[in-house]
């Protein structure tokens, strides 16, 4: 996968660094040699020697000069409300900025598959790290202002609350699949869903090695499913690209990455986020968990309206797969994986539901933006090459 396309001065910046290798390292001067003499032993340092003073905050030191030159390390401009009045970005219009939520996905992708003109350096440069940062406070920000944090609970109910945050998953996009969408809107779908499904699992995975006991073996046991079981052709990420392929779409990874909007990408950002940053260890797993309980109905439904449209059993196993698997996995994320999480560290049960939560907001957004396109007769994909040309035009 190659860089995509800029969608603003954010990417257009961003990736213009990106095409080049990053900086190399200062190296630092050479130690003069310790003296011969004996070092002083610790009783005898002066007490201006001890203690060290403490590093300063992560968001007090300066970012290098490097940073600089993105223009994301500087506060977000303010946009014009509905009122006339000047005000900071919305939640949903952040969610669904494509040049922030671009930019972000880029500087996640570079811990996943990384693209074919960018040095593998850039994942851990210390500039481009301070970027991404910047990125995530806004992210973090829409977020919190989007999402309620649930109300406490004790760890005992957590799988209770987590039913309860689930039961209602918001617009149904599977139903309006199942029954009323043409073929060209059901690839639209698919080429949404590879962002994700293309690499799928491989986020919520970041959370094995900041578990421990029960909650990690439930997460390994999920997981293993997810990778086909050690079977290559049996992952679902395989499995997807078959779907895709038995549509007539491009299975390559990031293919469609310039054709998707913001909030498709925000899906994935989400979750990277959770996954690469520990802190959030305990709002990946409920993000896990949401995804979970609220896919075997809709994947029935995405089976059953493939199969109206004439895709064969290659096209629909995909769909038909996570019928079976994710009936048993929402039980194991639930119980083992979530309230033995809060169980083993009850200080993490918030964050647990709070990214159940956001996993199923930001979901919501996603089907509600897609939903209004094809109901008045319009693509859900960004415009290619400057043209209105969508897949929907060009499977007829």
């Given at each position: 996968?190659?860089?995509?396309?800029?969608?603003?001065?954010?990417?257009?910046?961003?990736?213009?660094?990106?095409?080049?290798?990053?900086?190399?390292?200062?190296?630092?001067?050479?130690?003069?040699?310790?003296?011969?003499?004996?070092?002083?032993?610790?009783?005898?340092?002066?007490?201006?020697?001890?203690?060290?003073?403490?590093?300063?905050?992560?968001?007090?030191?300066?970012?290098?000069?490097?940073?600089?030159?993105?223009?994301?390390a500087a506060p977000p401009p303010a946009v014009v409300s509905s009122g006339g009045r000047s005000g900071p970005p919305s939640a949903r219009s952040e969610?669904?900025?494509?040049?922030?939520?671009?930019?972000?996905?880029?500087?996640?992708?570079?811990?996943?598959?990384?693209?074919?003109?960018?040095?593998?350096?850039?994942?851990?440069?210390?500039?481009?790290?301070?970027?991404?940062?910047?990125?995530?406070?806004?992210?973090?920000?829409?977020?919190?202002?989007?999402?309620?944090?649930?109300?406490?609970?004790?760890?005992?109910?957590?799988?209770?609350?987590?039913?309860?945050?689930?039961?209602?998953?918001?617009?149904?996009?599977?139903?309006?699949?199942?029954?009323?969408?043409?073929?060209?809107?059901?690839?639209?779908?698919?080429?949404?869903?590879?962002?994700?499904?293309?690499?799928?699992?491989?986020?919520?995975?970041?959370?094995?090695?900041?578990?421990?006991?029960?909650?990690?073996?439930?997460?390994?046991?999920?997981?293993?499913?997810?990778?086909?079981?050690?079977?290559?052709?049996?992952?679902?990420?395989?499995?997807?690209?078959?779907?895709?392929?038995?549509?007539?779409?491009?299975?390559?990874?990031?293919?469609?990455?310039?054709?998707?909007?913001?909030?498709?990408?925000?899906?994935?950002?989400?979750?990277?986020?959770?996954?690469?940053?520990?802190?959030?260890?305990?709002?990946?797993?409920?993000?896990?968990?949401?995804?979970?309980?609220?896919?075997?109905?809709?994947?029935?439904?995405?089976?059953?309206?493939?199969?109206?449209?004439?895709?064969?059993?290659?096209?629909?196993?995909?769909y038909d797969e996570h019928v079976q698997a994710d009936a048993v996995h929402e039980q194991v994320a639930a119980h083992d994986l979530c309230a033995g999480?809060?169980?083993?560290?009850?200080?993490?049960?918030?964050?647990?539901?709070?990214?159940?939560?956001?996993?199923?907001?930001?979901?919501?957004?996603?089907?509600?933006?897609?939903?209004?396109?094809?109901?008045?007769?319009?693509?859900?994909?960004?415009?290619?090459?400057?043209?209105?040309?969508?897949?929907?035009?060009?499977?007829?």
């Amino acid at each position: 996968m190659r860089l995509p396309r800029p969608r603003g001065p954010i990417t257009a910046a961003l990736f213009t660094r990106l095409s080049s290798p990053p900086p190399e390292p200062t190296p630092r001067p050479e130690a003069a040699p310790p003296p011969e003499a004996a070092l002083p032993s610790e009783a005898a340092l002066p007490p201006e020697a001890a203690p060290l003073p403490e590093p300063a905050p992560l968001h007090e030191t300066a970012p290098p000069p490097e940073a600089a030159q993105l223009p994301e390390a500087a506060p977000p401009p303010a946009v014009v409300s509905s009122g006339g009045r000047s005000g900071p970005p919305s939640a949903r219009s952040e969610l669904a900025d494509g040049d922030l939520q671009l930019a972000l996905f880029a500087c996640y992708e570079l811990h996943y598959q990384g693209f074919d003109d960018a040095d593998d350096r850039w994942e851990w440069e210390p500039s481009l790290l301070a970027t991404r940062a910047a990125l995530e406070r806004r992210l973090e920000d829409a977020l919190a202002a989007l999402v309620p944090r649930p109300p406490a609970v004790p760890p005992a109910g957590v799988r209770a609350a987590l039913v309860e945050l689930t039961a209602d998953d918001g617009p149904s996009l599977s139903a309006y699949l199942r029954r009323e969408a043409d073929l060209g809107v059901f690839r639209e779908f698919v080429v949404h869903r590879s962002i994700y499904h293309l690499k799928e699992a491989d986020p919520h995975t970041w959370a094995i090695p900041r578990l421990r006991g029960g909650p990690k073996a439930a997460l390994v046991e999920i997981q293993a499913d997810e990778y086909g079981g050690g079977r290559a052709e049996r992952m679902h990420a395989e499995l997807f690209a078959a779907t895709m392929t038995g549509l007539g779409l491009d299975a390559s990874y990031g293919a469609y990455l310039d054709r998707v909007p913001g909030i498709t990408l925000a899906v994935s950002n989400v979750m990277s986020l959770f996954g690469l940053h520990r802190r959030w260890r305990g709002a990946l797993a409920g993000h896990l968990a949401a995804l979970e309980m609220t896919s075997s109905a809709p994947n029935r439904r995405y089976g059953d309206g493939l199969r109206r449209l004439g895709g064969d059993r290659v096209a629909t196993r995909f769909y038909d797969e996570h019928v079976q698997a994710d009936a048993v996995h929402e039980q194991v994320a639930a119980h083992d994986l979530c309230a033995g999480l809060a169980a083993q560290d009850p200080s993490l049960t918030g964050d647990i539901l709070y990214g159940a939560a956001c996993a199923l907001a930001v979901e919501r957004l996603w089907a509600g933006h897609v939903l209004s396109r094809w109901r008045r007769g319009l693509s859900s994909l960004e415009q290619e090459s400057g043209t209105r040309a969508s897949l929907a035009a060009r499977s007829a």
